[in-house]
């Protein structure tokens, strides 16, 4: 670790750690109550279950991309974080406002809208942590070196705070409530937060392959082009039946379908960029999750989203477990292995001894990403006997349910070895490591 401050980022990442816990067993319990529906439902409903699992997830993402960037921005911009002092109190506010919405939710406290029910003191907090997150990093990289993959980690930051303030606006006119709330939950996933994900992919693809940082950069901003590009039209993907005007029906399929382009582009990046690279990096681990993240996120988010973007597709698959699955892939694949990836490289480092526990690591890819895919198959599947039953032979939606039961065993089946597969990339990770070598300070972090 070249810089003291670095370090922060292993809080933030240990939060976001419990929280994935926390997100990976509230999934087993939902998925469970979809195949015994009375299971514990007057302790928590199935609606409450799930709120926990989706808002878990979020926050532990937003965690993991924070922390990464305290770890990033110093070796980026060569200078030590404005105020650690700071940097804690984000934390504090940001793990003060999680344990408030759990809570709050177990007692029935919380808004209506999916991904957004924290209690409006929770979303005050949040952006009183963004503010001064977004003060201290923007502080740091204008003082210091800066590079393309701090300038698009910051846009992406700063985006991800400015389309949060739409969480806040309720109209009473429920067309524009829910194209608002796209304006969070859309342009999050499929703009803001692409940046941050190609960025971070940049950042270890810099320091894993010892590829010019010139090449690196041009990919970066192809990426980033054709993601926003692709991406903020593509919100009319959402827009298809909520009231608003028809020709959304025609940009959102066509620019919707571009989507695929940036993820696309991704692969390639990370495969050439491994391909060219004179380096030959001790952490395999690490380089795993990165390609890991690419192909997923590429299957998950590009080739999921796209086969029920098409709105006379999508007219059919609205809103069915074609979703669900879609949905699985596209977060574990783009911003769940993205955030394994940079932990996975980062903790030796910030622990200060060699990569470790690299086989057991490893197989913890394998064993999570194939439970996950497994997953995603079977609510495919699910999803369109569902389509089929439910949208075109007219039955109800009660009766299709009871005919996908067995593809709901199997979703529990998967998420159980989901929950293995976290369970041992944590004791990778943070358990005992064996063969512990102490390496002097900055040795594993090779100058460019
Ligand atoms: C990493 C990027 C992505 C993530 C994390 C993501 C995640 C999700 C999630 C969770 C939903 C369900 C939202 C709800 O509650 O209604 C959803 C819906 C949808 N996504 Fe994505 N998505 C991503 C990228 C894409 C891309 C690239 C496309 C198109 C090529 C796409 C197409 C769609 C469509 C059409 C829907 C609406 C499904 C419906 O009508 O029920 N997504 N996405
Ligand atoms: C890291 C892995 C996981 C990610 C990224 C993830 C992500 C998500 C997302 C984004 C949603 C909302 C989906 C939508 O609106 O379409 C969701 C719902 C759900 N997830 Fe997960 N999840 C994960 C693991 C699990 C596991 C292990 C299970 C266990 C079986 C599970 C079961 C469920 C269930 C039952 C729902 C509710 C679906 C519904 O409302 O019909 N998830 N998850
Ligand atoms: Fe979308």
């Known amino acids: 670790m070249k810089y003291q401050t670095q370090a922060i980022a292993k809080w933030y990442w240990f939060a976001a750690i419990a929280l994935f816990f926390v997100q990976v067993f509230a999934g087993l319990w939902a998925g469970f109550i979809y195949i015994e529906p009375n299971f514990l439902s007057g302790l928590m409903p199935f609606n409450i279950v799930r709120m926990i699992h989706s808002n878990a997830l979020i926050v532990w993402l937003l965690l993991g ?183 959304w029906q025609w940009i959102g399929s066509i620019f919707s379908s571009l989507e695929i382009i940036p993820f696309f582009a991704m692969v390639v990046f990370c495969f050439m960029m491994v391909w060219k690279g004179r380096r030959n990096h001790p952490n395999k681990a690490a380089l795993l999750w990165a390609l890991g993240c690419s192909v997923l996120a590429f299957f998950g988010a590009g080739v999921w989203g796209l086969m029920h973007t098409l709105h006379p597709v999508n007219y059919y698959t609205h809103g069915t477990q074609v979703t669900a699955a879609h949905g699985h892939l596209a977060f574990y694949g783009a911003y769940v292995a993205l955030n394994l990836a940079i932990m996975t490289y980062a903790f030796p480092i910030i622990f200060r001894v060699n990569p470790y526990n690299q086989v057991l690591n490893m197989a913890s890819f394998w064993v999570m990403s194939s439970a996950m895919a497994f997953m995603t198959f079977t609510l495919t599947f699910a999803g369109i006997v569902q389509t089929h039953l439910q949208r075109v032979m007219g039955m109800s939606y009660m009766e299709v349910q009871d005919q996908l039961s067995v593809f709901y065993w199997m979703r529990f089946g998967s998420g159980l070895v989901v929950v293995i597969g976290v369970l041992m990339w944590v004791y990778a990770t943070l358990g005992p490591k064996k063969e512990i070598t102490i390496v002097p300070d900055g040795a594993l972090a090779p100058a460019e």
Do not use: C
């Open 65 to 247: 991309f924070f922390g990464a960037t305290y770890f990033l921005i110093p070796e980026e911009s060569e200078r030590e974080i404005y105020s650690p002092l700071l940097a804690y109190l984000q934390l504090v506010i940001l793990i003060v406002g999680a344990l408030g919405a759990v809570v709050g939710y177990v007692f029935r406290i919380h808004e209506g809208r999916e991904f957004l029910e924290q209690p409006l003191w929770v979303k005050l907090g949040i952006i009183v942590a963004a503010l001064i997150f977004l003060f201290n990093v923007s502080v740091t990289v204008l003082s210091g070196r800066k590079t393309a993959i701090t300038n698009i980690l910051l846009l992406g930051l700063w985006g991800i705070a400015v389309f949060f303030l739409f969480a806040l606006y309720n109209p009473a006119n429920l067309v524009l409530d829910k194209m608002y709330w796209w304006w969070v939950v859309h342009l999050w996933v499929e703009g803001v937060w692409e940046l941050v994900m190609a960025s971070i992919l940049a950042f270890i693809m810099l320091k894993m392959t010892g590829v010019d940082r010139e090449v690196i950069e041009k990919w970066l901003y192809i990426i980033v082009a054709t993601s926003l590009f692709t991406g903020i039209m593509g919100t009319g993907h959402h827009y298809l039946w909520i009231g608003m005007p028809a020709y």
